[in-house]
Nanobody, 115 residues
Framework: QVQLGESGGGLVQPGGSLRLSCAAS????????MRWYRQAPGKQREWVAF???????NYVDSVNGRFIISRDNAKNTVYLQLNSLKVEDTAVYYC?????????WGQGTQVTVSS
């Protein structure tokens, strides 16, 4: 079955960096588009970044130029590099894929940006 597992979150000061990872299994990862979402306390989950099977990327405006999504098909892993972090980036970050019409989510990883 499809499984997604995020890691790499933590506490970081404003201006700092983190790299999130999402390990995937149960589907042909190299053929799948992958997404990162986040959910801040009291807010709806929002889409953050997208990468196609071919490596094309897209970002929500608020993170464009600061975050980088990438993938390693040999490791069945998608990454999200978070740079120049701001307090408002604090959220639980989730990876996502859609397989045979069904959306799958990992358990999330907490990113807290605070001084």
């Amino acid at each position: 079955q499809v499984q997604l597992g995020e890691s790499g979150g933590g506490l970081v000061q404003p201006g700092g960096s983190l790299r999130l990872s999402c390990a995937a299994s149960g589907f042909t990862f190299s053929s799948a588009a992958m997404r990162w979402y986040r959910q801040a306390p009291g807010k709806q989950r929002e889409w953050v970044a997208f990468i196609t099977s071919g490596g094309g990327t897209n970002y929500v405006d608020s993170v464009n130029g600061r975050f980088i999504i990438s993938r390693d098909n040999a490791k069945n892993t998608v990454y999200l590099q978070l740079n120049s972090l701001k307090v408002e980036d604090t959220a639980v970050y989730y990876c996502n894929t859609v397989h045979r019409g069904v959306a799958y989510w990992g358990q999330g990883t907490q990113v807290t940006v605070s001084s």
